[in-house]
Nanobody, 124 residues
Framework: QVQLVESGGGSVQPGGSLRLSCAAS????????VGWFRQAPGKEREIVSC????????YYSDSSKGRFTISRNKDKNTVDLQMDDLKSEDTDAYVC?????????????????WGQGTQVFVPS
Protein backbone atom coordinates (compact mmCIF):
# COMPACT_ATOMS: atom_id res chain seq x y z
CA GLN A 1 0.00 0.00 0.00
CA VAL A 2 1.40 3.39 -1.04
CA GLN A 3 1.50 5.80 1.84
CA LEU A 4 3.09 9.09 2.85
CA VAL A 5 3.30 10.01 6.52
CA GLU A 6 4.61 13.26 7.94
CA SER A 7 6.06 13.63 11.42
CA GLY A 8 8.11 16.04 13.48
CA GLY A 9 5.71 18.91 13.91
CA GLY A 10 5.05 20.54 17.24
CA SER A 11 5.22 23.75 19.21
CA VAL A 12 8.50 25.64 19.45
CA GLN A 13 9.53 29.10 20.64
CA PRO A 14 10.61 31.73 18.11
CA GLY A 15 14.18 31.09 17.02
CA GLY A 16 13.84 27.37 17.67
CA SER A 17 14.10 24.43 15.28
CA LEU A 18 12.02 21.52 14.11
CA ARG A 19 12.81 18.69 11.73
CA LEU A 20 9.88 17.46 9.66
CA SER A 21 10.05 14.06 8.03
CA CYS A 22 8.05 12.72 5.09
CA ALA A 23 8.19 8.93 5.19
CA ALA A 24 7.13 6.71 2.30
CA SER A 25 5.97 3.13 2.47
CA UNK A 26 5.21 0.87 -0.44
CA UNK A 27 7.46 2.71 -2.89
CA UNK A 28 10.90 4.28 -3.25
CA UNK A 29 10.66 7.99 -2.46
CA UNK A 30 13.94 8.60 -4.29
CA UNK A 31 12.17 8.02 -7.62
CA UNK A 32 9.91 11.05 -7.10
CA UNK A 33 10.28 14.75 -6.71
CA VAL A 34 9.07 15.69 -3.24
CA GLY A 35 7.65 18.97 -2.11
CA TRP A 36 6.86 20.40 1.28
CA PHE A 37 3.87 22.72 1.34
CA ARG A 38 2.19 24.76 4.02
CA GLN A 39 -1.53 25.14 4.30
CA ALA A 40 -3.62 27.45 6.42
CA PRO A 41 -7.32 26.65 7.02
CA GLY A 42 -9.39 27.68 4.02
CA LYS A 43 -6.36 28.57 1.93
CA GLU A 44 -4.51 26.87 -0.91
CA ARG A 45 -1.36 24.92 -0.31
CA GLU A 46 1.77 27.00 -0.78
CA ILE A 47 5.19 25.64 -1.70
CA VAL A 48 7.85 25.83 0.99
CA SER A 49 10.57 23.65 -0.52
CA CYS A 50 11.09 20.92 -3.06
CA UNK A 51 13.76 18.41 -4.00
CA UNK A 52 13.81 17.19 -7.58
CA UNK A 53 13.99 13.59 -8.72
CA UNK A 54 16.31 14.36 -11.63
CA UNK A 55 19.36 15.63 -9.79
CA UNK A 56 18.23 16.38 -6.24
CA UNK A 57 18.29 20.06 -7.02
CA UNK A 58 16.31 22.07 -4.50
CA TYR A 59 13.90 24.95 -4.41
CA TYR A 60 13.05 27.22 -1.49
CA SER A 61 10.36 29.85 -1.18
CA ASP A 62 11.53 33.33 -0.30
CA SER A 63 10.28 32.90 3.25
CA SER A 64 12.12 29.61 3.81
CA LYS A 65 15.38 30.39 2.01
CA GLY A 66 18.33 30.53 4.37
CA ARG A 67 16.38 29.03 7.28
CA PHE A 68 15.07 25.69 5.99
CA THR A 69 16.98 22.79 4.42
CA ILE A 70 15.42 19.92 2.48
CA SER A 71 17.23 16.60 2.11
CA ARG A 72 16.72 12.95 1.25
CA ASN A 73 17.51 10.08 3.58
CA LYS A 74 17.61 7.06 1.31
CA ASP A 75 18.24 4.62 4.14
CA LYS A 76 15.03 5.67 5.87
CA ASN A 77 13.12 6.38 2.64
CA THR A 78 12.28 9.89 3.81
CA VAL A 79 12.58 13.49 2.73
CA ASP A 80 13.29 15.76 5.67
CA LEU A 81 12.79 19.47 6.15
CA GLN A 82 15.09 21.03 8.73
CA MET A 83 13.46 24.23 9.93
CA ASP A 84 15.70 26.64 11.83
CA ASP A 85 15.15 30.13 13.24
CA LEU A 86 11.41 29.56 13.25
CA LYS A 87 9.09 32.54 13.37
CA SER A 88 5.46 32.97 14.33
CA GLU A 89 4.59 33.40 10.67
CA ASP A 90 5.79 29.84 10.02
CA THR A 91 2.80 28.54 11.97
CA ASP A 92 0.75 26.30 9.72
CA ALA A 93 0.03 22.71 8.76
CA TYR A 94 2.87 21.27 6.68
CA VAL A 95 2.21 18.53 4.16
CA CYS A 96 4.46 16.64 1.79
CA UNK A 97 3.58 15.62 -1.73
CA UNK A 98 5.16 13.51 -4.45
CA UNK A 99 5.35 14.31 -8.13
CA UNK A 100 6.25 12.07 -11.03
CA UNK A 101 8.72 13.61 -13.42
CA UNK A 102 12.12 15.11 -13.23
CA UNK A 103 11.73 18.65 -12.01
CA UNK A 104 10.48 20.47 -8.94
CA UNK A 105 6.84 21.47 -9.36
CA UNK A 106 5.83 24.61 -7.52
CA UNK A 107 2.05 24.21 -7.59
CA UNK A 108 -0.15 21.68 -5.76
CA UNK A 109 -1.96 20.54 -8.91
CA UNK A 110 1.30 19.12 -10.25
CA UNK A 111 1.57 16.66 -7.36
CA UNK A 112 0.13 13.16 -7.45
CA UNK A 113 -0.17 12.12 -3.82
CA TRP A 114 -0.11 13.74 -0.41
CA GLY A 115 0.37 12.88 3.20
CA GLN A 116 -1.99 13.96 5.98
CA GLY A 117 0.20 16.75 7.28
CA THR A 118 1.83 17.78 10.54
CA GLN A 119 1.17 20.94 12.51
CA VAL A 120 3.83 23.53 13.31
CA PHE A 121 3.10 26.20 15.93
CA VAL A 122 5.40 29.09 16.78
CA PRO A 123 3.86 31.58 19.21
CA SER A 124 4.33 35.27 18.68
Amino acid sequence: QVQLVESGGGSVQPGGSLRLSCAASGFDLATYSVGWFRQAPGKEREIVSCIAHKDNSTYYSDSSKGRFTISRNKDKNTVDLQMDDLKSEDTDAYVCGIARGWGCPLFPFDYDDWGQGTQVFVPS
